[in-house]
């Protein structure tokens, strides 16, 4: 069964830290992977899409790296701000079309100031 | 940039009435449009893909008489949710795909989401 795990489920820390947060899958063989935004009542907001054969994506104070063998992702967020306080999911596509994505359950992230 | 939109954004229904939420992609055209939904502490699920001009393919388990999916334009997609329980209560959020948007392949945009109570 393929399924997507996020660690921690929650995040708190003070602003101006470097954070990572985690996310595995346990099938390998994925076509690509994305981290997504989710803040309170609102829709998603793509950050980074990672294809399979990519190692790592940049974004500005955003870095996802992606390491197929082991089954691992990592979105690096330097200088948190408050404004980055929201919920990040991190999503895996298998194959066939884009929009079927195995979500991960989120990590909920609070910057204070 | 390409947005996706989605009405109502939160509504209240009775339970045993329909309700039907629509998503539109308002800047590119959109062959395929797919809907999630999310329980309180739940992945986001994928309930079903959308197709332009025909059937949806639902995922197993969810129930295609109950959630209607009609794609008939290349900017609209709906779901209507048929004799809503109150267990049917949950974040429904659509998304749809914007071929060669960027150099990394297809691009996702999801809508707002839509917050579905039923009493």
């Known amino acids: 069964k393929q399924e997507v795990t996020q660690i921690p489920a929650a995040l708190s820390v003070p602003e101006g830290e470097n954070l990572v947060l985690n996310c595995s899958f346990t099938d390998s063989a994925i076509y690509n992977l994305q981290w997504f935004r989710q803040d309170p009542g609102k829709g998603l907001t793509s950050l980074l899409l990672?294809?399979?054969?990519?190692r790592e994506q940049t974004s500005g104070r955003l870095n996802a790296s992606l390491d197929k063998s082991s089954g691992r992702s990592t979105l690096y967020i330097a200088a948190s701000q408050p404004g980055d306080s929201a919920t990040y999911l991190c999503?895996?596509?298998?194959?066939?079309?884009?929009?079927?994505?195995?979500f991960g359950k989120g990590t909920k992230l609070s910057v204070k100031p | 940039g390409a947005v996706v939109s989605q009405h109502p954004s939160r509504v209240i229904c009775k339970s045993g009435t329909s309700v039907k939420i629509e998503c539109r992609s308002l800047?590119?055209?959109?062959?395929?449009m797919f809907w999630y939904r999310q329980f309180p502490k739940k992945s986001l699920m994928l309930m079903a893909t959308?197709?332009?001009?025909?059937?949806?393919?639902?995922e197993q388990g969810v129930e295609k008489d109950k959630f209607l999916i009609n794609h008939a334009s290349l900017t609209l997609s709906t779901l209507t949710v048929t004799s809503a329980h109150p267990e049917d209560s949950s974040f429904y959020i659509c998304s749809a795909s914007r071929t060669g948007a960027s150099s990394s392949g297809n691009t996702i945009y999801f809508g707002e989401g839509s917050w579905l109570t039923v009493v």
């Open positions: 999503a895996v596509n298998y194959g066939g079309s884009q929009g079927n994505l195995i």
């Open positions: 800047d590119f055209q959109a062959t395929t």
């Open positions: 959308s197709n332009e001009g025909s059937k949806a393919t639902y």
């Open positions: 990672i294809q399979s054969s990519q």
